[in-house]
Antibody, heavy 126, light 110 residues
């Protein structure tokens, strides 16, 4: 089981970046996916979630929908489109898979995550 | 949001000695199905976080049995029975009863 993350880099304030995460070694379309970030010197912050089919998405409210999650199950990939980037978006971004196949919500208790992909750094600076 | 508070934030350890990390939740993580939706991860230097314990006390696949999780409701503990040099890293708890939140992390160092 492996998650390969790409797309990080440097962006100017107000700019955009797209992160990609390709899964291998498992049946990608059976699993929820999510993105988490860790800003320098700070803790982990959950950002966005997408169900196995892509029909359900959750977003951390403070993102104000600047970030959009999507997935391509045929290509075994999940994407994070980051728009209107700000200096405070500078962080290491992780792609995570739900630990248990299927979809879970507040009525069942949410899934935990395993594995995590390698972090990809995003720097927002002029 | 559910707030998770870990203690201590830094834990110097001696190889072979036990170590313990606490994670307290701002509300109970116990559901009526009997599961506590609290999980433990470790981030070793230069690596991505990896799952250690899920549902408070279930050891993840491949995790050495010196790691154990306990607790219920809003107070949880991760114990390492005989720390080894390769256990250095940052340990953090995460809850999945509601939309996910993380503890601040505890740095374990020899």
């Amino acid at each position: 089981v492996h998650l390969a993350v790409s797309g990080g880099g440097v962006a100017q304030p107000g700019g955009s970046l797209r992160l990609s995460c390709v899964g291998s070694g498992f049946s990608f379309n059976d699993y929820e996916m999510t993105w988490v970030r860790q800003a320098p010197g700070k803790g982990l912050e959950w950002l966005v979630y997408i169900s196995s089919s892509g029909n359900t998405k959750y977003y951390e409210e403070s993102l104000q929908r600047r970030f959009i999650i999507s997935r391509d199950n045929d290509g075994n990939a999940v994407f994070l489109d980051m728009n209107s980037l700000r200096a405070e978006d500078t962080a290491l971004y992780y792609c995570l898979r739900g630990a248990v196949p299927g979809n879970y919500d507040v009525s069942t208790g949410y899934n935990h995550f395993d594995p995590w992909g390698q972090g990809t750094p995003v720097t927002v600076s002029s | 949001d559910i707030v998770l508070t870990q203690s201590p934030l830094s834990l110097p350890v001696t190889p072979g000695e036990p170590a313990s990390i606490s994670c307290r939740s701002s509300q109970s993580l116990l559901r009526t199905n009997g599961n506590n939706y609290l999980h433990w991860y470790v981030q070793k230097p230069g690596q991505s976080p990896q799952l250690l314990i899920y549902l408070a006390s279930e050891r993840a696949s491949g995790v050495p049995d010196r790691f154990s999780g306990s607790g219920t409701g809003s107070h949880f503990t991760l114990k390492i029975n005989g720390v080894q040099a390769e256990d250095v890293g940052v340990y953090f708890c995460m809850q999945s009863l509601q939309i996910w939140t993380f503890g601040q992390g505890t740095r374990v160092e020899i």
